[in-house]
Nanobody
Framework: QVQLVESGGGLVQAGGSLRLACAAS????????MGWFRQTPGKEREFVAA????????YYTPSVKGRFTISRDNAKNTMYLQMNSLKPEDTAVYYC?????????????????WGQGTQVTVSS
């Protein structure tokens, strides 16, 4: 059974940092793309960042580029999202996701497996 489990969310002041982790179990995703999404109440799940298994391709939504960094430790089957210079508008539930494909996906429907989400709250 494949499971993705996020951790690292919490409450932080604007300008602060958080590091999210997504631990995968049940199969290896070292050859597959994985990504981060976020969602606020009443809105669609929004793409944040994605990275291929090899790390040769990464992509960020423009609003987080330069502030967030996605990384992966394939030996640990774990993905990370380092979030710096956080803003109140980054407040959301953050989800990690994995594909059955190698290439990047930018829409929630591109992904086959999902974590349960972790709350990130940025106070002003």
């Amino acid at each position: 059974q494949v499971q993705l489990v996020e951790s690292g969310g919490g409450l932080v002041q604007a300008g602060g940092s958080l590091r999210l982790a997504c631990a995968a179990s049940g199969r290896s995703f070292s050859n597959n793309a994985m990504g981060w999404f976020r969602q606020t109440p009443g809105k669609e799940r929004e793409f944040v960042a994605a990275r291929t298994g090899s790390g040769s391709n990464t992509y960020y939504t423009p609003s987080v580029k330069g502030r967030f960094t996605i990384s992966r430790d394939n030996a640990k089957n774990t993905m990370y999202l380092q979030m710096n210079s956080l803003k109140p508008e980054d407040t959301a539930v953050y989800y990690c996701a994995a594909r059955n494909s190698r290439g990047l996906g930018f829409d929630q429907y591109d992904y086959d497996y999902w974590g349960q989400g972790t709350q990130v709250t940025v106070s002003s």
